[in-house]
């Protein structure tokens, strides 16, 4: 056990997206505690809550309150927190065109259109459910509504779904949509006639019967069923898309498979939370102001550490095409993430980022800079379920840092008092011959190592300011970098990495910087 005291800042996004993160965080915050108890002799806790501006969401921007070490106030806090549902949950089921003028080729442009939808949804059994339904003269209910409970799962269930290739029966693929619906979720609480349902059809070509189509469509429309149709190529019969979509606006035409693309997406997400007050898929939330309060907070330990869990951006940052900021200037309330980090470091607080993938995988670059900033690292997550052990990893390994932080302050405060320029390259060649023997705590994923701070993230912490960033941050670097799949954590006692070094030099400067 460390002779010292901790303040731990759990920083959280407690929009609609995160109900189970915020779930497992609540249920395990006595392990969490008591695990953290055995490690170093006194331990606070505090919980910044945070959602988004209007008009986006009404009601509370951020939440907090000081540092407790009553168990019970911060399990109350996260009690309150959980409560806290953004919209309408929605069941979504796709139907897609598996006939043989589609081909292999088309129909894999069409998984990846739902691939590319459902990593834009609040995916969970509490709020958005997907199912898919592949049809030619047979049909198929290729994933149920209940089969999949996030997206690194329903992934890899429509990587799994093969072509047929036949005739094109439309209407009974339609009759098979209410069936999907009539699966009732594991959270009973939920009162299902309060779930918005929706449908979306892909096809190329005309249906075996246009009759029998109309028919359907109707049917599934009578029962409260919201129908979209995609018509692709010029072999579509307009006249039953417009039979099959619940209005006019509900009917996309695109020129072919591979044209199946975010716009698309972006309508249909946006339509399905209309009227629900819910954070917008993929849309920016108050980060900014998240860390301005947990900046504010009563930072008195020896040792301070912020978790933030995120998974969508900050307001201000370039976005990929078709995602919309209400904010793209910046934080409404003028508050800069890469100033706030950079005073969060001055203060002494590490800020590790657990990112909920996939996600906030467009941003890594962005999280990364702020954990980086701090001393703290980025911790990629794919499942809620793994959200306490990544909590109590990083403060193991945090605290094992503290006491080789002690020697990083003293030679960063003699170089500069030295008066000479601070040379880096020296000082970590320095330091890393008298440390790198030294035994730390690491937090690691199970047969492997968590991906470093990339080279664009310790570029932009030279920056000082998210204008700054914003420049050389461009949207064509803003690609998916792709999931860490099958999350496992572990921590373990190794030698010093020098990554761990890096990040206690950059915290170390900021901490003794001469103003």
């Known amino acids: 056990m460390i002779n010292s005291s901790l303040d731990l800042a759990f920083t959280l996004d407690c929009t609609a997206s995160m109900h189970q993160h915020i779930n497992q965080a609540k249920n395990n915050m006595g392990n969490i505690v008591s695990t953290l108890h055995q490690q170093v002799r006194q331990v606070r806790f505090s919980l910044v809550e945070f959602r988004d501006h209007p008009p986006q969401l009404q009601g509370f921007i951020t939440r907090c309150s000081g540092f407790t070490n009553n168990i019970y106030q911060i399990q109350s806090q996260l009690n309150k927190c959980a409560e806290v549902r953004d919209g309408v949950p929605i069941d979504l089921c796709f139907v897609l065109d598996s006939s043989g003028s589609v081909g292999p080729e088309d129909f894999q ?10 990593a834009r949804l609040h995916i969970s059994p509490s709020h958005t ?27 890899y269930c429509i990587n799994n779904i093969r072509f047929s290739g036949d005739l094109t029966d439309t209407s009974e693929a339609l009759n098979s949509i209410p069936e999907i619906f ?12 309060l779930v918005k349902k929706i ?4 096809t190329d070509g005309h249906s075996n019967s246009y009759n029998a189509t109309v028919a359907s469509a109707k049917y599934v429309k009578s029962k409260g069923i ?11 019969n307009g006249n039953e898309l417009e039979a099959i979509a619940s209005c006019s606006k509900n009917v996309f035409r695109v020129s072919g498979f591979n044209k199946l693309g975010r ?7 946006k339509d399905s939370q209309a009227g629900g007050n819910e954070a917008g898929a993929d849309e920016p939330e108050a980060v900014e102001d998240a860390l301005y309060e947990t900046l504010k907070l009563p930072w008195t330990s020896a040792i301070k550490m912020c978790v933030l869990v995120v998974d969508q951006p900050p307001h201000g940052l370039p976005l990929p095409p078709g995602v919309k900021d209400n904010y793209p200037e910046g934080c409404p309330n003028n508050h800069d993430p890469i100033k706030l980090a950079i005073q969060l470091a001055e203060k002494g607080v590490s800020v590790y980022v657990v990112g909920c993938e996939p996600h906030v995988n467009p941003y890594k670059d962005f999280y990364m800079t702020i ?44 170089a500069f008092a030295s008066g000479h320029e601070l040379n880096e390259v020296e000082l970590s060649k ?67 990495e020098k990554t761990q070094l890096q990040r206690m030099i950059q915290k170390a400067i900021l901490m003794q910087k001469p103003n």
């Open 109 to 118: 442009e069409e998984l990846n259109f739902v691939k590319g939808t459902i």
């Open 129 to 155: 459910r997907v199912g898919i339904i592949a049809y030619c003269s047979q049909v198929r209910k290729e994933m149920t509504l209940n089969k999949c409970r996030d997206v690194n799962s329903m992934i």
């Open 182 to 193: 009539e699966e009732r979720r594991s959270d009973q609480t939920i009162d299902n006639n």
């Open 199 to 202: 449908g979306i059809l892909i």
């Open 226 to 236: 919201i129908m979209y149709a995609i018509g692709v190529g010029n072999q579509v």
């Open 263 to 269: 716009e698309i997406q972006q309508a249909i997400i």
């Open 371 to 414: 954990a980086y900033i701090t001393g703290g690292t980025y911790i990629p997550l794919s499942s809620a379920d793994n959200l306490p052990e990544a909590i109590v990893g990083a403060a193991k390994e945090e605290l094992s840092l503290q006491t080789l932080m002690e020697t990083v302050l003293k030679d960063v405060k003699a």
């Open 430 to 496: 320095s330091l890393w011959q008298k440390l790198k023997d030294t035994k730390t705590t690491q937090l690691v994923l199970k047969d492997k190592t968590i991906q470093p701070i990339s080279g664009k993230a310790k570029r932009f912490a030279r920056l000082p300011s998210l204008n700054a960033v914003k420049k050389y941050y461009h949207k064509g670097q803003m690609a998916d970098v792709g999931t860490t799949t099958n999350i496992e954590f572990e921590t373990r006692e190794s030698v010093l």
